[in-house]
């Protein structure tokens, strides 16, 4: 079967190539994939700069925003042939850490979690594959491609989940939520943030594209420029771009009791000259929380797709930017400007 393999660490080693059939070790169900959606560890990954290879082997099947038609559930009975499902991405370590220990592996102390598509574990862009019956999230079928964006969705909805904890530790009612970065991530924070009744403004550097119209039709206010110059204090804000600036800005900018919570993984940004007792001041003397928050576990994984379930069909649609097939995968990594999510197309619903 045809395959998109990597050799990790290696930058130009991607490829579309023959491999053997997906091993039963592998999990008792067979699932036809449908689509794999590229994010920026996809791209990280192909350059070289991220990814691990399965123990023995030199090469990774790449990808882990999977969606797939299941050909042969197995004996597990919870699903039957037909079924759309998408596959949970990262596998709790072998210790077990205490975290991973009680199935929270998106909390995971020691580090040796393994992922699909990223870390030791084949990903999902390869035209069969399989998968652990408990790690396969069937979804609602009426969302068909749609379902390509669970495994986004899951990061925003642990990233929620995470400000609501902290936010709870005392009388809270949170009114207004701010979400830096209008790319996948970004938009769908904006949409769960919306499902939870708040005023949400999302800020992006894009002046045209789809992203100002897919911000204000989830009933959200559009903003470009910087968090500074918003005019007001966000209750929430979910930091989506990873960007040195823009992080500080919203440690500045965030209301008293407020809490940050950190998705976007960069690096740099210009200094900017806030000296770190100074934040620590302001953070101190407001009560603010800055709490940053990375991959999901299967409590986010089952929030996530009721979220997607209740969401507009037509809105998320636009999120699917471009869909792409296996042969053109080097067109699917490669950003366009006005690209949201990009798929790679294995096989017709
Ligand atoms: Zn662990």
Redesign the pocket.
């Given at each position: 079967m045809k395959a998109i393999t990597v050799e990790p660490h290696k930058p130009e080693t991607t490829h579309l190539e023959d491999i053997p059939e997906p091993d039963p070790s592998g999990g008792s169900v067979l699932v036809e994939a449908l689509a794999v959606g590229v994010c920026g560890t996809d791209v990280e990954i192909v350059k070289g700069k991220y990814g691990w290879a399965p123990r023995g082997r030199t090469r990774l099947v790449l990808g882990h925003e999977s969606l797939g038609r299941v050909l042969d559930p197995g004996p597990s009975g919870v699903l039957e042939a037909g079924d759309l499902v998408v596959g949970i991405v990262r596998r709790?370590?072998p210790?077990?850490?205490p975290?991973?220990?009680v199935g929270e592996?998106d909390?995971?102390?020691?580090?040796?979690?393994t992922e699909r598509g990223i870390k030791e574990i084949d990903g999902f862009m390869s035209e069969r594959w399989r998968i652990e019956p408990e790690y396969a999230m069937k979804i609602d079928s009426s969302l068909g491609l749609l379902g390509v964006v669970l495994e986004p969705t899951t990061v925003v909805t642990k990233a929620w989940e995470q400000v609501v904890t902290v936010g709870q530790r005392a009388f809270w009612e949170p009114q207004t939520a701010l979400v830096t970065g209008a790319g996948p991530i970004g938009l769908l924070a904006a949409l769960v943030a919306r499902q939870h009744g708040l005023d949400v403004h999302v800020l992006d550097r894009a002046q045209s594209g789809p992203k100002p119209a897919l911000v204000r039709a989830l009933g959200a206010t559009y903003h470009t420029g910087i968090v500074a110059d918003l005019g007001f204090q966000p209750d929430v804000i979910v930091e989506c771009t990873g960007a040195g600036d823009v992080i500080a800005d919203a440690i500045q900018a965030i209301a008293p009791g407020g809490v940050v919570c950190l998705t976007g993984v960069g690096s740099g940004g210009r200094a900017i000259g806030l000296r770190t007792a100074d934040v620590a001041s302001n953070v101190v003397l407001r009560n603010n929380v800055v709490v940053g928050s990375v991959n999901a576990n299967k409590r986010h994984w089952y929030k996530a797709a009721q979220a997607l379930a209740r969401a507009d069909r037509a809105w998320l649609a636009c999120l699917v930017t471009r869909r792409v097939p296996p042969e053109d995968f080097l067109s699917a990594l490669n950003r366009q400007p006005d690209d949201i999510k990009v798929v790679i197309e294995f096989a017709q619903l």
């Open positions: 709790p370590d210790v077990p850490c975290s991973c220990a592996w909390m995971c102390r020691n580090g040796r979690y």
